[in-house]
């Protein structure tokens, strides 16, 4: 492993854990602890935390702030007006392509834009290079640590540390907290694995206080990049890399509901209505595959012509099935559509299905 990785503040409590320890988009990160299965049933069924503090942290203000990021993001922004809003949205260029998918909170004092730790400074110049003199910007990453919680019970263990007083933000806002009287947070209720949960901002000097404290609870597990990503899969959540990058548009990738019809002048929306007139030539589609386990890269086939390659693919642990994404020509994305994919030497069959694989 190379020795310029990153590590963020939890990079001790994760060895003395027994983690493995893996390359993540420049990241020292934990993949796995005891076992992805028993992680992500652990999560499913209890609590599961997981170190997201790689992922990058911008805030901007100023006068123009509104309107800076109304013209730079694909979502409606002015959805987002009240204090302590979130939402999902997406970093265009002007070719209608994805830089970035992002979440955005409006903190009541700012907007708190968290990004993907492999774009982080791609994201950073290209909002910089945007932005008017009214508008103030503030990489917080090295600042910070970032950490989920998710499981059913979660909101259990967290009225717990917060006090009995607690309640949770509503879904998709943020609100601040304060534990023990002493460590102030963020707490965002937007989540990446289909349970409910929170995650969790703080000063990086409290992160490993915060950390322990969770652990402490006998229903709560440590988890890490591994089970996370057959979580986030089971319920069709996108990965960027994977599943979307510079060369995807939101339509072919399934995100249009991110970019609506009714917004204009925003970057990129001009080429979207373009590809939304003709309709894209590929689709993202969700296969579900009987009897593999289908990999990043593996061939999709259409009678035994190749028309795809995976990009994600894992064995779903609720399902006991294969699952992977894929991008086909448009008139094979239609549910219901017989695909194959070539696992090694083996042809195996898969059904294009409706999202999410994991209906909770």
């Given at each position: ?131 008017p003199d009214n508008v103030e910007m503030f990489d917080e990453t090295d ?218």
């Amino acid at each position: 492993m190379s020795d310029t990785l990153i590590r963020t503040p939890l990079y001790d409590e994760h060895v003395a854990l027994g983690a493995r320890m893996v390359d993540f988009a420049g990241f020292e990160m934990p993949v796995q602890y005891g076992g992805i299965l028993e992680e992500h049933l652990a999560t499913r069924e209890s609590v599961g935390i997981f170190d997201v503090s790689h992922m990058a942290e911008f805030r901007i203000s100023g006068e123009g702030a509104f309107d800076f990021l109304n013209t730079m993001l694909s979502n409606e922004v002015n959805k987002i007006v009240d204090i302590g809003a979130a939402q999902y949205t997406l970093l265009l260029n002007d070719a209608g392509c994805i830089i970035d998918d992002l979440i955005v909170y409006n903190t009541g004092l700012e907007f708190l834009i968290i990004s993907n730790a492999s774009n982080r400074f791609q994201d950073w110049n290209w909002l910089y290079e945007h932005k008017p003199d009214n508008v103030e910007m503030f990489d917080e990453t090295d600042r910070t640590g970032l950490i989920a919680v998710q499981g059913p019970k979660a909101l259990g263990v967290l009225k717990q540390i917060f006090g009995p007083s607690w309640e949770p933000p509503h879904r998709f806002h943020i609100e601040p907290a304060t534990i023990d009287g002493k460590i102030d947070v963020l707490v965002a209720r937007t989540g990446y694995t289909g349970e409910d949960g929170v995650e969790i901002i703080v000063h990086k000097d409290d992160v490993v206080a915060l950390w322990r404290m969770l652990l402490s609870f006998p229903e709560v597990s440590p988890v890490g990049l591994g089970a996370r990503d057959t979580l986030r899969l089971e319920m069709g959540y996108s990965l960027y890399g994977s599943d979307m990058d510079i060369t995807r548009d939101p339509i072919s990738a399934g995100l249009g509901w991110a970019c609506p019809k009714s917004k204009e002048g925003y970057t990129g929306c001009e080429a979207l209505k373009a590809i939304r007139e003709t309709g894209p030539s590929v689709r993202l589609v969700h296969l579900l595959v009987e009897n593999g386990i289908p990999r990043h890269g593996y061939s999709v086939l259409h009678e035994g012509k190749e028309i795809g390659t995976v990009g994600s693919g894992s064995h779903s642990p609720s399902l006991g099935k294969g699952m992977a994404t894929a991008y086909v020509p448009a008139e094979f994305a239609e549910p219901g559509t017989e695909l194959e994919i070539q696992i090694r030497k083996r042809t195996v069959s898969a059904t294009v299905v409706k999202p999410p694989f994991l209906v909770k």
